[in-house]
C-alpha cells in the first residue's frame, strides 16, 4: 500500500503559476503509475495528467496542453505539477492518484483505474 500527500496548492492571480507535489511513502514508488486529477465544486473528478512509472509516457488532457507539466523523480518519492499561465477555470482541488503497473510505460486516464489517492490540494485563480 501507498500512502499520498499532496502540497503546493494556493491562490493565485490568472496568468501566475504553481507547482504541486505528491509525496509517497510506503511501497516501491517506481512500481506505481501516476496521475493528477481535479475536481471543481459540483462537477466529477476527471484527469489532468498521467505518467508513467518510467516517466517514458505522459498523457494531458486538452485544457491543460501546454500549460501544465508532470513529472516524477523516483529517487525522491515524488509526483509534481507544474501549473503554467493559470486561468479561472482551473479552480479546483487537485489530487494525485497511483496504482501498480505491471509495465514501465502503462498509464490511464480512468479515476477507476488508480487504488491509492491524497487527500487533495486546493488550488484557486483569481480573474
Known amino acids: 500500500q501507498v500512502q499520498l500527500v499532496e502540497s503546493g496548492g494556493g491562490l493565485v492571480q490568472a496568468g501566475g503559476s504553481l507547482r504541486l507535489s505528491c509525496a509517497a511513502s510506503?511501497?516501491?514508488?517506481?512500481?506505481?503509475?501516476m496521475a493528477w486529477f481535479r475536481q471543481a465544486p459540483g462537477k466529477e473528478r476527471n484527469v489532468v495528467a498521467t505518467?508513467?512509472?518510467?516517466?517514458?509516457?505522459?498523457y494531458y488532457t486538452d485544457s491543460v496542453k501546454g500549460r501544465f507539466t508532470i513529472s516524477r523523480d523516483n529517487a525522491k518519492n515524488t509526483l509534481y505539477l507544474q501549473l503554467n499561465s493559470l486561468k479561472p477555470e482551473d479552480t479546483a482541488v487537485y489530487y494525485c492518484?497511483?496504482?501498480?503497473?505491471?509495465?514501465?510505460?502503462?498509464?490511464?486516464?480512468?479515476?477507476?483505474?488508480?487504488?491509492?489517492w491524497g487527500q487533495g490540494t486546493q488550488v484557486t485563480v483569481s480573474s
Open positions: 492518484a497511483a496504482n501498480v503497473a505491471n509495465r514501465p510505460e502503462t498509464t490511464w486516464s480512468a479515476a477507476s483505474r488508480y487504488n491509492y
Open positions: 505518467i508513467s512509472r518510467n516517466s517514458g509516457r505522459t
Open positions: 510506503g511501497r516501491i514508488f517506481n512500481h506505481y503509475a
